[in-house]
């Protein structure tokens, strides 16, 4: 389940790092990266919930996961900005998914 779910959030990344480097879909050449790639990843998101992982807990660490991973990558790709307020928002939102999840188990 775990392991899906790291490939679905892998996945994700690739397509939304693929979707900045299209340029806006001037670049021909990465729709079939964007597309394929969003395809698989929530395939793998959805084999994750059909093997039992709850929807909180998956998409709370896809997202929070994807987020980060994006904003990190995507500053070294492509000099995006990632600035102290921006670490301290990825800190925050991992906090939160983090939270979220430890309250939801008893």
């Known amino acids: ?3 899906i779910l790291a490939a679905a959030i892998g996945v994700e990344v690739l397509a939304t790092l ?3 480097a299209s340029d806006g879909f001037r670049r021909k050449k990465w729709l079939v ?3 394929a790639g969003y395809v698989l990843s929530f395939y793998l998101l959805w084999l994750s919930l059909s093997l039992g ?11 929070a996961c994807g987020v980060a991973l994006v904003a990190i990558a995507a500053r070294f790709l492509f ?15 991992i906090a939160g998914v983090l939270t979220i999840e430890m309250a939801g188990v008893h």
């Open 1 to 3: 389940m775990w392991l």
């Open 18 to 20: 693929s979707l900045r």
């Open 53 to 63: 992982m709850p929807v909180g807990v998956a998409y709370g660490v896809w997202t």
């Open 33 to 35: 990266p964007v597309i």
């Open 79 to 93: 000099r995006d900005p990632l600035t102290v307020r921006m670490v301290i928002g990825i800190g925050l939102i």
